[in-house]
């Protein structure tokens, strides 16, 4: 019997330059998906595959983050004095049990395996799941319910991974495959943005993770990777081998919506499941 997951870490602390002027004063995790910012679909993700507590790494002007999953006083009050009532519980839809979500500070943007072992105080020896908010991912049921499901068959660490060109290999984390069973991949190593020529293969890790806890052992050393940064995946390396170890092929479209062109598409494609807004989309496409 495997440890269940109930917790989930949110590096939530980039400064977002890709999308500079607009997230000078606004987060990056808060840039809207049609109608729900980023930092929501990840939040909900979470919720969907039965994660308990909720542990956003945030840093400097990420304070409008918490407001989000706060009570909005004055707008519910207005919005119920003028009988908006679907809109007040749109507004009230996010707001958690009290203590299901906590925050912590990286001080200093140091990597993502920093901003990982930030969060270490809360795990407290328990297995846990990561996700990258910036790292969209469409379908159903939603990733992290798929690779929890997969984990309590196998338990031990779990990625999800998706195939992408060679070319695009120095862009990922890059596995070394081994036994294939379905859409499990035995994970024999794991290298952080090799160049296509060095890459031990074309499947790429997403922004999905469960991991066990001694992960944090490994990230308390502060070793420093690529990009001069302290890299979740040098750490994950480490435990290959000691631990079980898969990566999950996952079932489902994903948007890199820390990039532009994958925010833009991620709107374009929520957008089109949206009867009243497709006909409008089409007509677009047509005038151009």
């Known amino acids: ?92 839809s996010m707001l958690l049990e009290e203590g299901r979500i906590t925050y912590v500070r990286q001080m200093r943007p140091r990597g993502l395996g920093h901003a990982v072992w930030c969060a270490r105080n809360f795990i407290n020896d328990e297995p846990f799941a990561v996700a990258l908010p910036d790292d969209l991912i469409k379908g159903k049921p939603g990733c992290l319910k798929q690779m929890i499901e997969a984990y309590k068959d196998v338990g031990g660490n779990i990625i999800a991974t998706m195939e992408v060109e060679p070319a695009e290999t120095s862009s990922y984390g890059v596995i ?20 296509p020529e060095k890459a031990p293969s074309n499947q790429a890790v997403v922004g999905r993770y469960i991991l066990q806890p001694a992960v944090m052992d490994y990230l308390s050393s502060k ?37 532009k062109v994958g925010w833009l598409m991620a709107n374009l494609s929520l957008a089109l499941e949206e009867e009243h807004l497709e006909k409008n989309l089409a007509d677009l496409v047509t005038l151009k």
């Open 1 to 92: 019997m495997h440890k269940p997951i109930k917790k989930i870490v949110l590096p939530v602390a980039g400064l977002g330059t890709r999308f500079l002027p607009a997230t000078k004063a606004i987060p990056k995790e808060m840039l809207p998906v049609l109608d729900k910012p980023l930092i929501q679909y990840a939040v909900e993700e979470a919720l969907e595959a039965g994660i308990e507590e909720i542990i956003l790494v945030t840093g400097r002007n990420k304070q409008v983050m918490e407001d989000h999953f706060d009570h909005a006083y004055e707008l519910e009050n207005i919005l119920a004095e003028k009988g908006k009532l679907e809109a007040l519980e749109i507004a009230k």
């Open 176 to 195: 070394t495959p081994g036994v294939v069973d379905g859409n499990m991949i035995e994970v024999k190593g794991l290298v952080e943005k090799p160049a």
């Open 223 to 259: 070793e420093i990777g690529a990009g001069g940064e302290i890299q979740l995946t040098d750490a994950l390396a480490k435990v290959i081998g000691e631990q079980p170890f898969h990566a999950l092929e996952f079932s489902g479209q994903r948007f890199d919506c820390g990039s």
